[in-house]
């Protein structure tokens, strides 16, 4: 039997989400001085992990290709985040990060590529690597594109409602399920295992 996994979205899932400089939405942290995780987070990928799951991080960072930071930047931060995963006692036990985006400025970054949500590449090419079952694995993710990519990754998914994020969600439910936080996300999927 293969093994099953949950795909986290980053941002407004894993880690807080901060102001952007320009529009002031929330958005993903663009220093890693204002990288925060969110509450209970240690505690969620724990009990995930206990439960079997195996956990892959998949993050669209489209600042590079806008321009915005440099590729370096975007590194760090994401070293950032799992440096402070490690300091509650979890990990990653994969990480995809989309740097691409259709719109970019920046040659290499500025393309149309099979790994940016709401397309799949990130969580099937994180599924090859990990050996997983995808129809009896996750998606949490807190925009539509993450549903979308679960979707059609074959996964079941949890849209969680981070208040800031709503800007990324239309109003359809394109998950059938939906949370309101990490924690609720986290228990929703562990009875779900536990119910069959």
Known sequence: MRPLAVFLDRDGVVNELVPDPVTGLAESPLHTEDV????????????????????????????????????????SIQ?????????????????????HHPDGVVSDLGVSCCCRKPKP????????????????????????????AGNAAGCRTVLVETPGSHHKRD??????????DLTSAVSIIVRARENG
């Open 36 to 75: 925060r995780l969110v509450g209970g987070v240690g505690e969620s990928l724990g009990i995930l992990r206990s439960a079997g799951y195996r956990l892959a991080c998949v993050t669209n960072q489209p600042a590079a290709a806008k321009g915005i930071v440099p590729v370096d930047q975007l590194l």
């Open 79 to 99: 070293a950032r985040v799992q440096e402070l995963l490690s300091d509650v006692g979890v990990r990653f036990d994969t990480v995809r990060m989309c740097l």
């Open 121 to 148: 590449g990130m969580l099937l090419s994180a599924a090859t690597e990990l050996g997983v079952d995808l129809s009896g694995s996750w998606m949490i993710g807190d925009t539509d594109a993450d549903a979308t």
């Open 171 to 180: 109003g359809s439910d394109l998950s059938g399920v939906r949370a309101l």
